[in-house]
């Protein structure tokens, strides 16, 4: 079941575009993480979705229903901030019941929900104290209990971990993990760390400058970066720059600048001639981004130069111990291409998408 859908989602500020055309699909139970660098436009997605924000264009769904125009109280979302924003003259108990007051829920049924949220996440023995007598981690566990007590669709965190200490941060992950499982909640949550979303993500979304850059597995968006921003964002990668010698069935000879002799093997075949673009498991014919046709990186001998890292399917000349040392330090499974433009010198990453 779709639970959230973003429709070419636009935000515009002074007329710079901090979303661009932002479409996102995500299922009921999943935790799905948005990550990318600061301005990326990450919380301005959240907070579109959250109604604090409205769009300057496009369509927000809510399990199949518009939401665009809803006010915030009216959508039925959980949201836990980075500041936690709890009430300091109130108890531990008092701000996790405030939500199912503002709701009108009885007296005995907001205790039992109440005592009943506190318990998930273990502060049941000190719900009588105040913010200020708790921890960075009992603070944060307060603000989350509050987020769940009244059964949102959807639990909102705009990276709620940021201001705790490592050792703390990571604790704190695998509890949120634990508890979205046993509730089997939608969680949609921002960061900019990069170990934290591979860890707690079912599913990742990289985005840069207001849009996607690319959707999926955690694990495939790692090992298959389609960009060069999600190679470079995403992890520690070591990147050669080579020119292509000659294409065989399967396989590129190219030369690197240092002079060291390197087969990259393709797990496709891959298809010659002008005007290719082809990635391992992606193929197109089309122009370059200057709008010139140019041959690719694949596509003729010594044209284009392309850099990847990639240690599975990487051989080299058995002479060339440098190499060999080389290769052995490049991150696993990690291939990316720079596309250049013959007319104008100019160089791109990533795939061709026919602009």
């Not at 959807?154 to 979205?180: C, G, H, S, T, Y």
Request: glycine share 10%; aromatic share 6%.
């Amino acid at each position: 079941m779709e639970r959230i859908r973003l429709e070419n989602l636009t935000k515009i500020y002074d007329r710079h575009p901090v979303v661009a055309d932002f479409s996102l699909s995500v299922s009921a139970g999943d935790f799905c993480v948005i990550l990318g660098p600061s301005g990326s436009g990450k919380s301005s997605v959240m907070n579109m979705i959250g109604g604090f924000t409205a769009p300057t264009s496009g369509e927000i769904y809510i399990d199949g229903e518009p939401a665009t125009g809803i006010p915030p109280h009216a959508r039925d979302l959980g949201m836990m901030f980075q500041g936690y924003a709890l009430f300091p003259h109130l108890t531990v108990f008092e701000n996790v019941a405030f939500p199912l007051r503002a709701r009108g829920v009885r007296s005995g049924e907001l205790r039992a929900r109440v005592e009943r949220t506190l318990e998930v996440v273990e502060l049941s023995d000190l719900q009588g104290r105040r913010p200020n007598e708790l921890s960075g981690g009992q603070q944060q566990r307060t603000a989350l209990a509050r987020a769940l007590v009244f059964g949102p669709r959807v639990l909102l965190m705009d990276e709620p971990l940021a201001a705790l200490d490592r050792r703390l941060r990571e604790r704190m992950q695998l509890e949120i993990k634990a508890i979205q499982r046993q509730l089997a909640i939608t969680v949609l949550y921002i960061t900019h760390d990069q170990q934290e979303a591979m860890m707690l993500a079912d599913m990742l979304v990289v985005m840069n400058q207001g849009r996607a850059e690319q959707v999926g597995a955690p694990l495939s968006v790692y090992h298959r970066p389609r960009t060069r921003f999600v190679c470079d964002f995403l992890g520690d990668s070591n990147i050669f720059d080579a020119t292509v010698e000659s294409i065989a069935p399967g396989a590129i000879v190219c030369r690197a600048h240092s002079g060291e002799r390197i087969i990259v093997t393709a797990e496709q075949p891959i298809a010659n001639g002008p005007n290719r673009h082809c990635f391992p498991g992606q193929q197109g014919a089309g122009k370059c981004r200057n709008g010139h046709r140019c041959a690719s990186s694949f596509g003729r001998k010594g044209h284009d130069r392309f850099q990847w890292s990639d240690h599975i399917g990487l051989s080299h000349d058995r002479s060339d111990v440098a190499a060999s040392r080389r290769a052995s330090r490049v991150r696993r499974n990690h291939r990316q291409i720079d596309y250049g433009c013959e007319r104008t010198g100019r160089r791109y990453a990533g795939p061709d998408d026919g602009t």
